[in-house]
């Protein structure tokens, strides 16, 4: 443990015990040129997310369906970046899309996406992660709380809430197939998290999560804090758009459907990685991109 | 595996692969004279379950959840039927209520509820199961799809589907607390699971089931001809009224408030256990009753 730890505003995993910090940054960090309006800065700001129902056109969907399908299916088995569910051999994610997938490279680039983050970030903007999450019919599992930007500060090195993340449905979001939920306004409060980092965390965690995780009397906090749980719903080609540190996590997946999404995190070019903030190697490219190549 | 087996309409657990059977006995056993409306009537002999919100009074409630704190409390510790969630000593279920307790066995045999059980098994009925189900808050886990039947008659020795299942909201059922979900039309369907019973399953299984599970290609099915899942939610005292064979199920409670309700099976008088229809022992008293105390 380093000094330097702790003059870190976010510090986490440093003590035996779970604490709560407020938030050093701003939330929205552009200006108010558009495109989002101000009604919807003003609601990022109080809530930590947007919803876009039915942003992308069926046919759009439809196209990104097949990919994240070939993807899967011609994915090399000495590449790193697909992840399996616990207990069995269903795929659960695969990575770096950015880096593997020309559909995705422009999907990401796309104006109607990248506008916006430009505008919450007040900067240009590059990929830091990004992901297909499979939730498979009645196996897939739930996903705890969580705060991705705990993870990623201490874990991968990023200095700074700016970051937005953006998750598009690729099927249909409803309430008996595991939908994404967010606690409103908990992008306010830095979670501190108790414990120490494990070596390799990630080979582990991406599975089943152990370390980083929030206490029960955190979340009791942020929920009760909150005007409650939201979890937005709609149809393929909707989008939500929610802060780095915006509390979510979401429920296992009992419908006889599987639900697609596809996730993209958006970083700030003057956010880029530094050493991560414990005594561990960074995390591996697929996981965190240390290459900062701004989205034209 | 005797012979008689394979005479049971409801035979299952026999062979190593699942099948799909009808109903041989009715859904509605009683006549038309009330107190449930031929509409109620009609709408649980095609969806097998009659949802009843707010049927209690907020006093009745507290009184009620009163009394689950200390049964919790007094439970003596050499006395069967206080269950734990896998993995941790909280308590998920007391059993058996309606012998350890004065004010549920009065809740039992009040009209509004025994009435409704009596109309619909068309007979005298009584206690079958009862028991309090505590879903933890944030970490209260999933229940996979089941029919309740499948168990009762495999493991209990329930000749025929002539019970109902009620289940008495104690606390608000929402969609973040993992309420009860229920495949409308199910119960017109028997699902034979594969694999044999294992001796003792009871002692296990009501921690993480394995047996009596049906496949997931019997769920698709069911969920597909039916017009897909419900989840009846509402305040507490709300009550649910569902039949033996309706699949049912529910997700895990990521919300900060534990989920508690109260669960009891009427089943007839002329539907009293007989000998398991697996090659086992019965399961112990307070899982499946085996003295007959009509209701009054």
Same mark, same amino acid.
Request: aromatic letters at 12%; a negative charge.
């Given at each position: 443990m380093t000094t330097a730890t702790f003059t870190d505003?976010?510090? +986490? #995993? !440093? !003590?035996?015990t779970w604490e709560s910090a407020s938030r050093v940054? @701003?939330?929205? *960090?552009?200006? !108010? +040129?558009? @495109?989002? !309006?101000p009604q919807q800065l003003e609601s990022y700001q109080r809530d930590g997310f947007l919803f876009f129902p039915n942003l992308l056109t069926g046919r759009e969907v439809e196209s990104l369906v097949a990919e994240a399908k070939s993807l899967s299916a011609e *994915?090399? +088995?000495? #590449?790193?970046g697909l992840v399996r569910e616990p207990d069995s051999d269903v795929v659960r994610s695969i990575f770096r899309l950015h880096h593997f997938s020309d559909l995705y490279q422009r999907l990401f680039a796309d104006a109607r996406l990248v506008g916006k983050a430009r505008q919450l970030l007040g900067s240009d903007v590059y990929i830091h992660q990004s992901r297909i999450n499979y939730k498979p019919a009645l196996d897939g599992k739930e996903f705890f709380w969580h705060s991705d930007f705990e993870t990623w500060h201490v874990e991968?090195? =990023? @200095? #700074? =809430?700016r970051a937005v993340s953006m998750s598009v449905f690729l099927t249909e979001s409803h309430e008996f197939n595991g939908p994404l939920m967010l606690i409103p306004g908990s992008h306010e409060t830095y979670i501190r998290c108790a414990g120490e980092t494990p070596v390799n965390h990630h080979e582990q965690s991406l599975r089943r999560?152990?370390?980083g995780v929030p206490s029960r009397e955190a979340l009791k906090q942020l929920v009760h804090q909150s005007r409650g749980i939201e979890a937005p719903k709609g149809s393929a080609g909707s989008v939500v758009f929610f802060e780095c540190n915006t509390m979510h996590g979401s429920c296992g997946n009992l419908s006889p459907e599987p639900r697609v999404n596809l996730f993209a995190v958006y970083n700030s070019v003057e956010n880029s990685l530094v050493? @991560?903030?414990?005594n561990r190697p960074p995390r591996p490219a697929y996981l965190a991109e240390r290459e900062v190549t701004a989205i034209d």
């Open positions: 505003p976010y510090h +986490s #995993r !440093t !003590t035996d940054d @701003p939330t929205v *960090w552009g200006d !108010t +040129s558009g @495109p989002l !309006t *994915w090399p +088995s000495e #590449r790193a991968d090195g =990023m @200095p #700074r =809430m999560q152990e370390y050493d @991560p903030f414990c």
